[in-house]
């Protein structure tokens, strides 16, 4: 288990991200497993054992030279593992479009940079809708809500931040999302009734998309295998391990490996209980269509 920590990258501060703690890990491991310790790693590289261990914490960023010596050591000769090595470690120099937003937004920098590289996301949400599928005006309203002890230009930045986060979708090749929706979402009024009319008219617009499924998960399903509420299970391609993603009253967790599993197989047992896409769509019309 992951949990999140403030700071954004190695510029602005030496704290550690999602994707250098990975890259720290399996320098860990494939310094265990080739029997060597950190100190003849760094006399192989000339550096000291400080440099070494911050590479392996994922404090210090691993240098292009620095990779590919140390898989020159550790014997990597599989042309494919060391070509996702390195691009893991390329990704952890890599700064997006949230870099330049203050401080106190650098903490949700690891899920930005995780849903941006995500090839798939299976989404379950029981309060709001997700902040992908959110129209301007519904998250300002759920910004405002959440928000709602911070200054007017936090809000405005934390909306901007959301609605550029949606380009992903706009993307030549933009993730599969199978978006899961707890059926009080649906009725929860998010700012007017009119604001709501033109947030189910836009979710279901986007449900036409071949790379969006969305179902809701009826009232009648009764109690379920998620009574702790909503998750976002990510997708990952090579190099990168699937994460789960929670949100918590303390911050947010981010789990991989092994601890992805029960969510997984969670997420199938609520999709299966859920009603099927046209229903789920035939439900968000009537919506749409009751007068206010």
């Given at each position: 288990?992951i949990?999140?920590?403030?700071g954004?990258?190695?510029?602005?501060?030496?704290?550690?991200?999602?994707?250098?703690?990975?890259?720290?890990?399996?320098?860990?491991e494939?310094r265990?497993?080739?029997?060597?310790?950190?100190q003849?790693?760094?006399?192989?590289?000339?550096?000291?054992?400080?440099?070494v261990?911050?590479?392996?914490?994922?404090?210090?960023?691993?240098?292009?030279?620095?990779?590919?010596?140390?898989?020159?050591?550790?014997g990597?000769?599989?042309?494919?593992?060391r070509?996702?090595?390195?691009?893991?470690?390329?990704?952890?120099?890599?700064?997006?479009?949230?870099?330049?937003?203050p401080?106190?937004?650098t903490?949700?920098?690891?899920?930005?940079?995780l849903?941006?590289?995500?090839?798939g996301?299976?989404?379950?949400?029981?309060?709001?809708?997700?902040?992908?599928?959110?129209?301007?005006?519904?998250?300002?309203?759920?910004?405002?809500?959440?928000e709602?002890?911070?200054?007017?230009?936090?809000?405005?930045?934390?909306l901007?931040v959301?609605?550029?986060?949606?380009?992903?979708?706009?993307?030549?090749?933009?993730?599969?999302?199978?978006?899961l929706?707890?059926?009080?979402?649906?009725?929860r009024?998010?700012?007017?009734?009119e604001?709501?009319?033109d947030?189910?008219t836009?979710?279901?617009?986007?449900?036409?998309?071949?790379?969006?499924?969305?179902?809701?998960?009826?009232?009648?399903a009764g109690?379920?295998e998620?009574?702790?509420?909503?998750?976002?299970?990510?997708?990952?391609d090579?190099p990168?391990?699937?994460?789960?993603?929670?949100?918590t009253?303390?911050?947010?967790l981010?789990?991989?490996?092994?601890e992805?599993a029960?969510?997984?197989?969670?997420?199938?047992?609520?999709w299966?209980?859920s009603?099927?896409?046209?229903?789920?769509?035939?439900?968000?019309?009537?919506?749409?269509?009751?007068?206010?």
């Amino acid at each position: 288990m992951i949990v999140d920590q403030k700071g954004s990258g190695m510029a602005k501060a030496k704290t550690a991200t999602l994707r250098s703690r990975w890259l720290g890990r399996r320098l860990r491991e494939l310094r265990q497993a080739s029997g060597m310790s950190i100190q003849e790693v760094g006399e192989f590289l000339q550096r000291n054992m400080g440099t070494v261990s911050r590479f392996e914490n994922g404090i210090y960023p691993v240098r292009r030279p620095d990779m590919m010596a140390m898989l020159d050591l550790f014997g990597v000769s599989d042309s494919r593992h060391r070509e996702n090595l390195m691009r893991l470690s390329e990704s952890v120099w890599q700064t997006g479009w949230w870099d330049g937003y203050p401080d106190e937004f650098t903490e949700f920098v690891d899920f930005i940079w995780l849903e941006a590289q995500a090839v798939g996301q299976r989404l379950f949400d029981t309060m709001l809708l997700p902040g992908l599928l959110q129209t301007e005006r519904y998250a300002d309203a759920a910004i405002r809500a959440a928000e709602f002890d911070k200054p007017e230009e936090h809000i405005e930045q934390g909306l901007e931040v959301r609605l550029q986060r949606q380009e992903l979708l706009d993307r030549e090749h933009p993730p599969i999302l199978q978006v899961l929706l707890d059926e009080s979402v649906l009725y929860r009024q998010v700012g007017s009734a009119e604001v709501m009319r033109d947030q189910l008219t836009h979710l279901l617009e986007l449900s036409k998309r071949p790379n969006i499924h969305l179902r809701v998960l009826p009232f009648s399903a009764g109690a379920h295998e998620s009574p702790e509420g909503a998750f976002k299970y990510f997708v990952m391609d090579d190099p990168y391990p699937d994460v789960v993603y929670v949100e918590t009253p303390n911050g947010a967790l981010y789990l991989e490996q092994t601890e992805t599993a029960p969510a997984a197989q969670r997420y199938d047992r609520l999709w299966g209980k859920s009603l099927k896409s046209d229903e789920s769509a035939e439900l968000i019309s009537a919506l749409i269509e009751e007068p206010s």
